[in-house]
């Protein structure tokens, strides 16, 4: 189980869906060096400088947040049961409550849709009942997701679009 890397008004929390065995091996978030995260958080201009597994530690530094959608290690989400994805979406929430961050960005559109909304589509969600918290979903950063593997770094530069033009709109 990896630890969740929180702190009040964040710019952005990443929610994973769960960690892989390779992650908790290891300790860090998104651990494999095929993973995309760390490269599209830095390709998108999300981040400044070049961002590795070792800095999930410091990822509050940034503004952002990391936690996962359910907690149990697991080789694969097939593994996890449809009682998990309720009971941590229920735990989710009460952490995005607490925190209140600006954006909570789902990495990968499964666990979403397992938790709450089986119609989420990728990009913002229109989703009422998060407090002043945006909800936006960017493709899975895992080489198993083979099929949205070139458009991660989009999406993430869509994220951050999408975070700027929230901030635009605070500054009105």
């Not at 590795?52 to 149990?72: A, C, K, M, S, Y």
């Not at 990009?123 to 998060?130: I, L, T």
């Amino acid at each position: 189980m990896l630890p969740d890397y929180l702190a009040p008004n964040l710019e952005i929390i990443f929610v994973g869906l769960n960690p892989g065995r390779y992650s908790d091996k290891v300790g860090h978030y998104f651990a494999r060096s095929t993973n995309l995260f760390w490269t599209a958080l830095y390709e998108s201009g999300l981040v400044s400088q070049r961002l590795g597994l070792q800095d999930d530690v410091r990822i509050n530094e940034f503004g952002f947040g990391l936690t996962d959608l359910v907690p149990r290690v697991t080789p694969n989400i097939d593994s996890l049961t449809r009682d998990e994805f309720g009971a941590g979406g229920e735990i989710l929430r009460a952490k995005i409550e607490r925190f209140a961050p600006r954006v909570t960005c789902f990495v990968g559109i499964t666990g979403f849709r397992a938790a709450f909304d089986r119609r989420a589509v990728f990009g913002a969600q229109s989703s009422p009942d998060w407090g002043n918290t945006k909800l936006f979903i960017v493709p899975s950063t895992s080489p198993r997701n083979a099929h949205y593997r070139p458009r991660v770094v989009e999406w993430f530069s869509e994220l951050k679009r999408f975070q700027h033009s929230l901030k635009q709109e605070q500054l009105s």
